[in-house]
């Protein structure tokens, strides 16, 4: 199946820092990709969802200020944490969609653990 | 708008034996439906998923689910469990329409599947 990698895997800031993470699709474009937030032993939820080359469609609640995501590319996505509280720390999953695949399948990255001081 | 509902949170099984998880969905209009596993400390992968055609899917590790439509269930099964299968199991739906490519994957809260020896 197709392949999402997440850098960093971890990552442990300041509060106030801001934390950038990378989410690539590596055997395939991805026209649309998605970053999500998991709290302990809770379900993914929705953050955003972004198309390439275009701004970011935010859901309701989420400060579009405070995570800045950009789709540079067909095959890279970057959210950015800015001035991180502890509040912040938590899972956060990047999935890509396929932009050639008739199935409408999302594929997952492993995640990245944040966790901020 | 779609739900996914998950009403097991954790479903504890012994070794080598059959486990259902179960999931219904509801929504106004038709929708894919899909099964991911996340192990710990990882993204998810992708079990099976049902698009179309027969309504009983079968996927990767022994697992299989069938769709039914009059029940608006999803549930899925495996005949024999075995230790390396505990891992957390999640539910998810997306709309059925053109606009697929920006569609949302809306989650169940998941179930923890515990294999016991």
């Known amino acids: 199946g197709a392949v999402v990698s997440q850098h960093p895997s971890r990552v442990i800031c300041k509060s106030g820092t801001s934390v950038k993470i990378e989410c690539r699709s590596l055997?395939?474009?991805?026209?649309?990709m998605f970053w999500y937030r998991q709290f302990p032993k809770q379900s993914l939820m929705l953050m955003a969802t972004?198309?390439?080359?275009?701004?970011?469609?935010?859901e309701q609640g989420v400060e579009k200020d405070k995570f800045l995501i950009n789709h540079a590319s067909l095959t890279l996505s970057t959210l950015t944490v800015t001035s991180a509280h502890p509040e912040d720390s938590s899972f956060y999953i990047c999935?890509?969609?396929?932009?050639?695949?008739?199935?409408?399948?999302?594929?997952f990255g492993p995640g990245t653990r944040l966790t901020v001081l | 708008a779609q739900s996914v509902t998950q009403l097991d949170s954790q479903v504890p099984v012994f070794e080598e034996a059959p486990v259902e998880l179960r999931c219904n969905y509801s929504?106004?209009?038709?929708?894919?439906l899909f099964w991911y596993v996340q192990y710990p400390n990882q993204g998810l992968q992708l079990l099976l998923k049902?698009?179309?055609?027969?309504?009983l899917v079968k996927g990767i590790n022994g697992f299989e689910a069938e769709f039914n439509k009059s029940q608006t269930s999803f549930h899925l099964r495996k005949p024999s469990v075995h230790i390396s299968d505990t891992a957390e199991y999640f539910c998810?739906?997306?709309?059925?329409?053109?606009?697929?490519?920006?569609?949302?994957?809306?989650f169940g809260t998941g179930t923890l599947l515990a294999v016991q020896p």
């Open positions: 929504s106004s209009v038709s929708v894919y």
């Open positions: 999935s890509a969609r396929d932009g050639t695949s008739l199935t409408d399948t999302q594929y």
């Open positions: 055997d395939f474009q991805a026209t649309t």
């Open positions: 998810a739906v997306k709309r059925r329409d053109y606009g697929g490519a920006t569609n949302k994957l809306i």
């Open positions: 972004s198309n390439e080359g275009s701004k970011a469609t935010y």
């Open positions: 049902y698009l179309s055609g027969s309504t």
